[in-house]
């Protein structure tokens, strides 16, 4: 399978907060020199796309933001189709990208990585628009994710929390959706079949992309824990120590994948 496209993970697979995992941007730098086509796909709600363009570039990477596809985009283009008036437990900073979406009378509930909103009153105003019938969209449902001081909890045990007192489903918007990997990949006019995913997360990343009909090649920085490709059904496609090694490992085969 000859490849047309890379999508690429960001936190824990080429940054950790303002840290640059090395040998990334020379790994980057390389995979550009290429003629593959790169976007770079992540989950991250606790902060806009403005703000994580800003960051990426202040520790050095050189990145367009239009090459950007976040779960915050994908999450601010369902709330436009359906109209939603949403109740958000997202952090300030990724408020931005809801500018002009009324919060008055809500009719939805949206959450995100939000930590100063986890607490027990906003939990219950949610949980109680739920029982009324709103729906519960979730931007996404990782179970952790990587920090500066070691692994976080993520917004998945919070939107469970939900789901088990309401006994409502929540609709996922980000990783591992098939849908967010191929909406990525419709902007750059490659099919699922020719692109491969690069990731941390066993499960959202590689197993997610996968299932979307991508190769998916894992890497054991950021949340990846020992075992964790023997975890997921499919496995992954190539197993790597870091970034670099995945994308020298794409040049030696010739940019192709079984």
Same mark, same amino acid.
């Given at each position: ?17 303002? $840290? ?19 976007? #770079? ?37 369902? =709330? ?10 997202? $952090? ?20 995100? !990585?939000?930590?100063?909103? #986890? ?39 919070? =939107? ?5 007192? $309401? ?5 996922? =918007? ?5 849908? #967010? ?57 190539? =197993?790597?120590?870091? #970034? ?10 010739? !940019?192709?994948?079984?």
């Amino acid at each position: 399978m000859k490849i047309g496209a890379v999508l690429i993970d960001l936190s824990g697979t080429i940054h950790i907060d303002n $840290t640059v995992i090395p040998g990334a941007i020379q790994a980057l730098n390389k995979l550009r020199s290429t003629d593959v086509k790169i976007k #770079f796909v992540t989950n991250t709600t606790k902060e806009s796309k403005r703000i994580l363009h800003d960051r990426l570039t202040h520790i050095g990477f050189t990145i367009d933001k239009d090459e950007i596809f976040t779960s915050l985009t994908a999450a601010r283009q369902l =709330v436009d189709k359906r109209a939603l008036r949403p109740y958000m437990l997202i $952090t300030e900073a990724a408020r931005e990208e809801f500018v002009g979406v009324s919060g008055q009378d809500p009719n939805a509930v949206l959450v995100g !990585l939000a930590p100063e909103c #986890f607490d027990y009153e906003h939990m219950t105003t949610a949980m109680r628009l739920l029982l009324d019938g709103a729906p519960l969209i979730a931007i996404h449902k990782a179970r952790y994710y990587k920090r500066s001081d070691g692994l976080a909890i993520g917004p998945g045990a919070f =939107v469970t929390g939900l789901e088990y007192s $309401t006994g409502c489903k929540a609709e996922v =918007v980000g990783k591992p959706e098939s849908s #967010f990997f191929h909406t990525a990949l419709q902007d750059l006019g490659v099919s699922a079949s020719e692109a491969v995913m690069i990731g941390d997360d066993a499960r959202d990343d590689v197993c997610g992309a996968m299932t979307a009909g991508l190769r998916g090649i894992l890497v054991k920085t950021g949340k990846y824990r020992a075992g964790d490709e023997d975890k997921v059904d499919p496995v992954p496609s190539f =197993v790597a120590d870091d #970034f670099s090694r995945a994308v020298d490992y794409l040049i030696e085969n010739g !940019l192709s994948l079984p």
